[in-house]
């Protein structure tokens, strides 16, 4: 008797489906181990992997005082980097806050603040996906036909995610 082929529909497929505490085990698991691992590729020779696209992001707890860092995908038009996140670690990037990145192995010190038009931010967040599709997917921004409507960036915006404005200075 031969053996079946092994179920690879979605619900088999993803740690998503897991029962109850190895399933949230696993959503914390993935996102340190993608982080560590893309944290230690930005800062070796290995860089250029990610680094066109992806940087190393340190910030200080506007609270607590800690240095923070995170890696980040970034789109770049000469000293400005703008960013995207949902989660609430954006607070800590106001009021010019002083940040320090790491772009393709060179350091640089730069000042955050969050775009505040709505719209403005919806135009960097489109260069943004641009330039890093895969974005999109944790991002719940809802891509059809390959494109991304104006309309879905206005309700992503509108729904708390933020682009921050880094404007830099190289660091000596």
């Keep these: 008797m031969g053996r079946t082929a ?8 993803g740690y998503r489906y897991l029962p109850g505490r190895a ?5 914390r698991f993935v996102p340190m181990a993608v ?3 893309f944290m230690v590729v930005l800062h070796t020779p290995l860089h250029p992997l990610l680094s066109s696209r992806w940087a ?4 200080t707890g506007r609270k607590t005082g800690k240095v923070y860092h995170t890696p980040i995908a970034y789109y770049r038009e000469d000293d400005r980097v703008w960013i995207t996140t949902g989660s609430p670690w954006w607070r800590n990037l106001r009021n010019g806050a002083p940040v320090r990145l790491l772009i393709r192995l060179r350091a640089y010190e730069g000042t955050a603040d969050p775009v505040a038009d709505p719209a403005q931010a919806a135009h ?3 260069q943004i996906l641009d330039s890093v599709p895969i974005l999109a997917y944790p991002g ?3 891509i059809v036909g390959g494109q991304v409507s104006d309309a879905e960036l206005d309700r992503v915006i509108a729904a708390g995610r933020k682009v921050i404005e880094i404007r830099l200075r190289r660091r000596t």
């Design 23 to 27: 399933s949230r085990l696993m959503n």
């Design 124 to 126: 960097r967040l489109r």
């Design 35 to 37: 982080k560590a691992f």
């Design 140 to 142: 719940d921004v809802r």
């Design 6 to 13: 092994p179920d690879l529909t979605a619900k088999s497929a």
């Design 56 to 59: 190393s992001l340190e910030f």
